[in-house]
């Protein structure tokens, strides 16, 4: 992960901010993981559980003797002001967790991730400073999903609200369910997508409810990915083949969710069984873009033609351009989804060029996989922290960056941005929530 400059002026200066729009972030190729929304410290939770009001550290981002693009290329240390340290892996956006066994939903300060802090990668102070114990499933087989069983709890409520789940006096047969009780009409959720869901959560074995996104966070959603192994099987399970827009009702008995260890934190002993109602909220393929009508920037802004079939945005700048004082922003799709804000994950797809002359320098399109960071955790480059933070989900936007907010003197190695260059980046927001970025 990034280090901030030791001194707050620093990132303006002409060594430039943060090397990457995410920590591994908007001008680096990596995604992430989940985590809590409020200060970009709760987004460490990913390494272990925490209870609420608990400082916890941010996930670590492994180190790469291959230089990377833009979009990867972050600040990992900084040996002198004329100096950054690279990471990354094959110019992938976003910041490189450890081995993750599996994931948790993140509630009132405390997740449902499991994660195994164990890496060859070289961590940043941050990260070692976890002490968080992790937990790891057992390797009990999970069992088949059954849609249906003979005694299930009852559920009622609106979709977006939290669930009232009344328990049967009976226990769990102890059969895995995936049951929908709503059914959405949105995107339907396939391996590897990016899934914002809320949830409300019991143990059926004691009768004590679980922490959910409901019970504090506005009701915030959590952002993961799907279906990658990640994730508990009764997340996994709960969202993969289904709609956005869909209630499912979930009964993971202990191998599909902690294991034979339970979760002592979250007060989930070795033998309970689960219940889980989640609501998707939305579904991205790493590919999406946003769709909307489209409002052309101004006159002295880039022009820009969206490719389509997966290529990146064509930019072209105004004959002889000047360089920006100042961060400029202009929306050419206004999205109707909430506002992004600091220390939230967005999921983005963007293309970068130099103002002067237009030429790419990277694009998460080329890649075919959208982009993660932590908005305003000073993990990318300023201009990203600044111009992503306010905007809403299912927004394209266009920033004009420059070189004080982008890279300054010391662009990435391998890179063919020049020293002290502009930047023009079109960006999509596709999601945001509590989470961290993607494992690269």
């Keep these: 992960?990034?280090?901030?400059?030791?001194?707050?002026?620093?990132?303006?200066?002409?060594?430039?901010?943060?090397?990457?729009?995410?920590?591994?972030?908007?001008?680096?190729?990596?995604?992430?993981?989940?985590?809590?929304?409020?200060?970009?410290?709760?987004?460490?939770?990913?390494?272990?559980?925490?209870?609420?009001?608990?400082?916890?550290?941010g996930p670590a981002a492994p180190k790469s003797a291959e230089p990377q693009v833009f979009a990867s290329t972050v600040r990992k240390q900084q040996t002198s002001e004329a100096d950054y340290e690279n990471v990354g892996s094959g110019g992938k956006l976003g910041v490189v967790l450890g081995v993750v066994l599996a994931v948790l939903l993140v509630g009132s300060g405390i997740g449902l991730y499991v994660v195994n802090s164990g890496?060859?990668?070289?961590?940043?102070?941050?990260?070692?400073?976890?002490?968080?114990?992790?937990?790891?499933?057992?390797?009990?087989?999970?069992?088949?999903?059954?849609?249906d069983a003979k005694v299930l709890p009852q559920v009622s409520g609106d979709f977006g609200k939290k669930a009232d789940i009344a328990l049967p006096s009976q226990h769990s047969d102890g059969?895995?369910?995936?049951?929908?009780?709503?059914?959405?009409?949105?995107?339907?959720?396939?391996k590897g997508d990016?899934?914002?869901?809320?949830?409300?959560?019991?143990?059926?074995?004691?009768?004590?409810?679980?922490?959910?996104?409901?019970d504090q966070d506005q009701g915030k959603p959590q952002l993961f990915q799907a279906g990658l192994g990640n994730l508990i099987p009764a997340l996994d399970s709960a969202v993969v083949g289904q709609k956005a827009g869909t209630r499912v009702l979930v009964v993971a008995p202990?191998?599909?969710?902690?294991?034979?260890?339970?979760?002592?934190?979250m007060g989930v002993g070795p033998k309970d069984d689960m219940v889980i109602v989640v609501?998707?909220?939305?579904?991205?393929?790493?590919?999406?873009?946003?769709?909307?009508?489209?409002?052309?920037?101004?006159?002295?802004?880039?022009?820009?033609?969206?490719?389509g079939d997966g290529k990146a945005d064509t930019i072209t700048p105004p004959a002889n351009p000047a360089d920006p004082s100042d961060l400029k922003t202009s929306v050419l799709i206004q999205g109707k989804g909430p506002?992004?804000?600091?220390?939230?994950?967005?999921?983005?797809?963007?293309?970068?060029?130099?103002?002067?002359?237009?030429?790419?320098?990277?694009?998460?399109?080329?890649?075919?996989?959208?982009?993660?960071?932590?908005?305003?955790?000073?993990?990318?480059i300023q201009g990203w922290d600044k111009g992503v933070a306010g905007q809403n989900v299912g927004s394209r936007i266009e920033l004009e960056i420059p070189a004080a907010q982008a890279y300054g003197a010391n662009p990435p190695q391998g890179s063919n941005i020049p020293a002290n260059a502009s930047l023009v980046f079109v960006v999509d927001i596709l999601d945001a929530g509590i989470g961290q970025p993607a494992q690269g």
């Design 119 to 147: 890496s060859d990668s070289k961590s940043t102070a941050a990260d070692s400073a976890t002490s968080q114990p992790s937990q790891t499933p057992s390797k009990t087989p999970v069992p088949p999903v059954k849609t």
């Design 175 to 190: 059969s895995f369910v995936v049951k929908p009780l709503i059914q959405g009409d949105g995107a339907k959720v396939g």
């Design 279 to 307: 609501d998707i909220q939305r579904a991205n393929a790493p590919g999406a873009r946003v769709s909307g009508d489209v409002t052309p920037p101004p006159a002295d802004f880039a022009a820009v033609k969206v490719n």
């Design 1 to 57: 992960m990034a280090e901030n400059p030791s001194d707050p002026t620093e990132a303006d200066s002409a060594s430039g901010p943060l090397a990457d729009p995410v920590v591994s972030g908007p001008g680096t190729s990596t995604a992430g993981r989940e985590s809590i929304v409020v200060p970009p410290a709760i987004l460490a939770q990913q390494a272990g559980w925490s209870e609420p009001g608990t400082d916890v550290p």
């Design 254 to 265: 202990p191998a599909a969710g902690f294991g034979d260890q339970g979760n002592q934190k």
């Design 339 to 380: 506002k992004v804000e600091n220390g939230e994950l967005a999921v983005v797809q963007y293309t970068g060029v130099t103002l002067k002359d237009g030429k790419e320098f990277d694009s998460s399109l080329d890649k075919k996989t959208a982009f993660s960071f932590v908005v305003g955790g000073g993990n990318v």
């Design 194 to 214: 990016w899934v914002s869901a809320t949830y409300t959560a019991k143990d059926w074995t004691t009768g004590k409810d679980i922490p959910g996104s409901y």
